[in-house]
């Protein structure tokens, strides 16, 4: 086992081994958790009382919860469980799923698998009724855990394997990686170190790329959280500057006037001082010489006058000048703001820019995008006409056997279900493809099984139907390189040789069936187990059966692809199922070819309801006169 290899498994084993033992401690309520429950219990009662259960299971699991915190395992299962009967009595299959899943992890916690396993299993059941794709995805990988720990390897394997197709289909590169990871310990447990080491890369792989991923995404993220920042904080430090400036404007304006009433106070007090002096002066020259002091009186009041006028002339100028000084800074603070406002319009003017050019490459982008999904639209529906032409053969199947129909529903433009027909020494050769995947992959792996089929039958002359899967098995595998490569893609097929001398069908089946009637009984044959094409890791020489049915004119043949009972609908949301597809088609055989068509067609509509198809559907029905 390589380094990196070893020190997987082993963090597995220790954190398996500390979880082991952390679990079986239980720890004691502290009195606020005590207090918690009783409180969960009064209210539980009194929701009980008033009739209102669904709450009342609310509270139920909340109790569950607080001791399953505390490792108070058995004591959570009883509320669990008591919560479960109240649910069934609800009918709310969604919060009994959820709860079968909580005791299904208990029992795994107190190392009761066999128990878990079973609760894993109901809540799996549940997550497929609802078509929870994620739930389904997340109880296959539980119940592989538990399974594990019970060995059931195999069992495990299978349930890995479902949930990887489920996230391949989703394109989940999370649940690809998880599913990667615990197929890799289930073969080390398994002693399959070949298949270990090729799961454990695989997670590898897809652990990086997530990795990346998200580093990329938080990037991304912290960049654009970055930039809205910086443009608030620039926004508030304009409405900011804009108010200190106003403010500065009143303040300064404020002690202009206060400076100018206290100025003009002064003044007035001294006029009054003044103008009692001359009463003075006058009544002092009335007693003393009126003449000569009416005289100085004049003088005094011309001085005075004088005086008054050169006081006011100061005053203004003084005024004018503080006037002058306050504008002046007035001014420079404006002229400072201002530039200091060109300054952040600058930038934010360059972050514009920035947003803007940042805004045209991504629609530049984005019309590249859609040009280039135009040409991918267009070359997808070039790939359809080459299908198209590949399937219409030059002689058609309504002409090789007149009482037929072929019922063909892709799920995309192009598909990977395609049927090939035609006549070969006088043998009439009738086949059903199933590929892997659909859209454009299938449609490859279409291509390819059309080339094969043509290889085998038309040139080389092939007319026995085990032989025929045999070399299609080997043709795959060679096409695919699947030795080296390890691809698991493959083809399910039903192929039928119709012997009309010695009036016999012979058929074989890769991982599928066929349906015939006869006198109102419906017979079913199955294929293989092994389908045609993908990584054989065990390197077995896979063979297939042959079965040869004698028929009358009076035998309804039908062979198919697994889509059209693999469709979910109805009213619970399930799959229509095999065994239903088997009486619909009891119940319409004795109807004409193209009817049958229709009533198909109609089936699938009603059942589907307002539903997506989930993938691509071919029936082909006959008759041999």
Known sequence: MNQPLRYFVL???????????????????????????????????????????KEASRFLNQIAMLYWEHNQFQAAIVYFERSVEINNRLGNENGIAMLNNNLAMIYADIGNYTKSEEYFLQTLAARRANNEKIGIISALINLSVVENNLKKYDAALKNLNEALDL??????????????????ETYEKAGNQEQMLFYFNLYKTFHEMVQREE??????????????????????????????????????????ISDYDSTTNKLYEQFNKQELYIKVLQQESEIKQFQIEKEKLILAAEKAKRIRTIRNIIIFAVIVLLLWLLLYRAYRNKKNLVKELANQNWHVKMQREKISLQSDQIQ?????????????????????????SMMNREITLSEILPNSFIFYKPLDVVSGDFYWHGVVNEKIIVATVDCTGHGVPGAFMS????????????????????????????????????????????????????????????????????????????????????????????????KYDKHIIPYNSEMQFYIFSDGFYDQFGGDDDRKYL??????????????????????????????????????????IGFNIE
Not at 221 to 226: A, C, F, I
């Open 215 to 256: 580093i990329t995404k938080t990037r991304e993220e912290l960049e654009n959280e970055r930039l809205r920042a910086k443009l608030l904080e620039t926004e508030k430090e304009l409405n900011a500057l804009e108010l200190i400036a106003l403010d500065v404007q009143i303040h300064e304006q404020e002690e202009v």
């Open 364 to 388: 530049k982008a984005f019309n590249e995008i859609e040009q280039k999904s135009k040409n991918i639209f267009s070359s997808i529906n070039y790939a359809k006409l080459i299908q198209t």
């Open 447 to 542: 291509m390819i099984g059309n080339n094969l089929m043509n290889q085998i039958i038309v040139n080389e002359q092939i007319l026995q139907t085990d032989e025929i899967l045999y070399k299609m098995n080997k043709g795959i595998v060679k096409a695919l390189n699947q030795d080296f490569t390890k691809n698991l893609d493959g083809m399910d097929m039903q192929i039928c040789i119709i012997d009309k001398t010695k009036k016999e069908v012979m058929f074989s089946g890769a991982k599928s069936s066929i349906v015939f009637v006869e006198n109102e009984q419906l017979t079913v044959i199955k294929g293989g187990r092994f389908p045609v094409g993908g990584y054989n890791p065990k390197h077995i020489d896979i």
């Open 11 to 53: 963090l597995i084993f220790f954190n398996v081994q500390f979880y082991t033992i952390f679990a079986q401690t239980a720890y004691q309520f502290s009195r606020q958790d005590s207090a918690m429950v009783e409180k969960y219990n009064e209210n539980y009662a009194i929701q009980k009382t008033l009739g209102n259960e």
């Open 578 to 619: 095999f065994r239903f597809f088997k009486d619909f088609l009891l119940k319409i055989h004795n109807k004409s070819f193209s009817e049958q068509k229709q009533l198909l067609e109609k089936e699938h509509l009603r059942w589907r309801g307002e539903r997506s198809q989930l993938d691509d559907m071919l029936i």
């Open 167 to 184: 996230a391949r289909e989703m394109n989940d590169p999370q649940q690809m990686r998880s599913c990667y990871g615990m197929l890799s």
